[in-house]
């Protein structure tokens, strides 16, 4: 799976956080729902929140809402199948497919 130059960024972007490195351990062996993730990495719902979101919009995990058999919505995530491959070549492919904005070029 080799993303354009954007979705690449995005997908380092939201490994290079030791939290959301630590949240794709916990979910590598089952989907969780929120309350349980938030208890295994120990930390509050809605700052798990922030970094679910940044997971989920790189692609890498995916949330979906469940009842539970006494009528509670509990939403739970759980990975994707994700292979990245990074090489020169992959880098220089995705490098030509980037659309850098005005506001990109000034967080240097």
Not at 17 to 29: D, G, T
Not at 61 to 87: C, P
Not at 89 to 100: C, P, V
């Amino acid at each position: 799976m080799n993303p354009n130059g954007n979705g690449m960024l995005q997908v380092f972007e939201a490994l290079a956080n030791p939290h959301r490195l630590q949240i794709i351990a916990f979910l590598k062996e089952k989907r969780k729902y929120v309350s349980e993730l938030a208890r295994e990495v120990g930390m509050s719902r809605p700052l798990l929140y922030m970094h679910l979101k940044r997971l989920e919009s790189a692609g890498l995990i995916f949330g979906s809402l469940e009842l539970s058999e006494d009528g509670k919505a509990m939403k739970f995530y759980e990975l994707t199948q994700f292979d990245y491959h990074v090489t020169p070549e992959s880098i220089t492919e995705a490098a030509g497919s980037l659309k850098i904005s005005a506001a990109s070029e000034t967080h240097e």
